[in-house]
């Protein structure tokens, strides 16, 4: 099934690709005039993992927002091992602001869920040293598989310096310098969805997609851009729909996930208290705001890819407002939504404002769908 499935990404792939600018899949250029053009060779190397077999586009496929649509956490390199939370989509990324503290608004920036890479360079650097993802053993055996191709000595010696590739810790910043150039490539962030064509007056908005807009910006109906709204206007061309903040808001144990890859009984994700840098003044349980572009587009969701369905995670967030029972169902279990896994320390935005009705359910869902790029827009299902 697995193989199967990598055999149709890898056709769909060839063809995302020529959107993005990239290079078809395994047609690796003689040479590397910049240095994102370098990430783009590494970000689609599967020889960056121990069996070979696992590149960061296996997980952040760009036929698919650059997320990973095969689960609910990303399959290990070695075919088996699975890690406890969703791989995030790519897209936009570059727009995470480094961590910082603030006495204000406390912890903000920072890439994966908890924040722990402070940077997008640190980001890169994770996955080929993580034992349930790429699994390498140590920067020196990653730098020495970059030293078997001929091409990248040439590219890291021209765009690094001269023996770069000879010491571990410089070939393997350089190494996540360059993916993260790629990363920052504007094509990961056209601002080009039917939203952002509706912002400049190149297309309308359908009277279902319009009410949801009024409502994701309203503060009396709905909190949502409490979290998901950077800029300070609504209209805000810039707008990536995210904080960037860490906010706990009672996402339930993902049970089937945890007895897949076999965590022990009572494991709690603490999210942010976690990541070392930030134990101090961290809120337990709380993650980062993700942006909300493309996330039609990129399911499951929820930091542990607990809902497969958008319109759920509507439904779950309503949950907290409605006295309705029956609106407390999650319709893809048939049963109550589950228990916040840290329940201490929930966001009191939670709580705020009225219940919504399936109208305005199903608008929100559709203004949603509007923050999808140009180029996913076929993945759009209604």
């Known amino acids: 099934m697995r193989r199967a499935h990598l055999a149709v990404t890898a056709a769909v792939l060839a063809l995302a690709v020529g959107g993005l600018g990239l290079r078809a899949l395994g047609a690796a250029p003689a040479s590397f005039e910049a240095m994102d053009d370098l990430g783009e060779a590494l970000f689609f190397d599967p020889n960056l993992s121990q069996a070979r077999s696992q590149s960061c586009a296996t997980c952040h496929d760009p036929a698919f927002a650059f997320a990973d649509p095969r689960g609910a956490a990303s399959i290990g390199d070695d075919g088996s091992s699975l890690g406890d939370r969703n791989a995030p989509t790519v897209t936009y990324a570059a727009h995470v602001p480094e961590l910082a503290f603030d006495e204000t608004d406390g912890w903000r920036g920072g890439l994966f869920h908890d924040g722990r890479a402070a940077t997008l360079e640190e980001q890169a650097g994770g996955p080929p040293l993580n034992p349930v993802e790429m699994a390498m053993g140590s ?23 001269p023996g770069t590739l000879e010491e571990p810790e410089t070939g393997y910043a350089a190494m996540t310098r360059a993916i993260a150039a790629f990363e920052r490539r504007p094509e990961f962030a056209p601002f080009d969805s039917k939203y952002d064509r509706f912002l400049r007056g190149e297309a309308e908005l359908t009277n279902q997609e319009e009410l949801g807009r009024l409502l994701f910006f309203s503060q009396q109906f709905t909190n949502c851009n409490q979290c998901h709204q950077l800029q300070r206007s609504a209209v805000d061309p810039a707008e990536t729909f995210s904080d960037y903040r860490f906010h706990n808001i009672g996402v339930p144990e993902n049970r089937d996930l945890r007895l897949a890859n076999g965590s022990v009984e009572g494991f709690i994700d603490h999210g942010l208290a976690q990541n070392p840098l930030a134990a101090e003044n961290a809120v337990e349980g709380a993650f980062r705001t993700p942006t909300l572009r493309n996330v039609a587009v990129t399911p499951p ?3 542990n890819g607990a809902f497969g369905d958008l319109r759920t995670v509507i439904l ?5 407002n409605t006295r309705n029972e029956a609106r407390k169902i999650n319709p893809e279990t048939g049963a ?3 228990a916040p896994e840290v329940p201490e320390t929930l966001a009191p935005e939670l709580t705020e404002g009225p219940a919504l009705d399936d109208k305005r359910v199903d608008a929100l ?7 999808t790029d140009a180029r996913y827009e076929d993945l759009l299902q209604d």
């Not at 779950?316 to 907290?320: D, G, K, L, R, V």
């Not at 869902?365 to 509007?370: H, I, M, R, S």
């Open 139 to 161: 920067k020196s055996e990653v730098v020495a598989r970059l030293r078997e191709n001929p091409d990248y000595v040439a590219a890291f010696t021209a765009l690094f310096g």
């Open 301 to 303: 969701y929820m930091h």
């Open 316 to 320: 779950f967030y309503n949950s907290y």
């Open 336 to 338: 109550a939504f589950g």
């Open 365 to 371: 869902v559709a203004f949603l769908k509007t923050l």
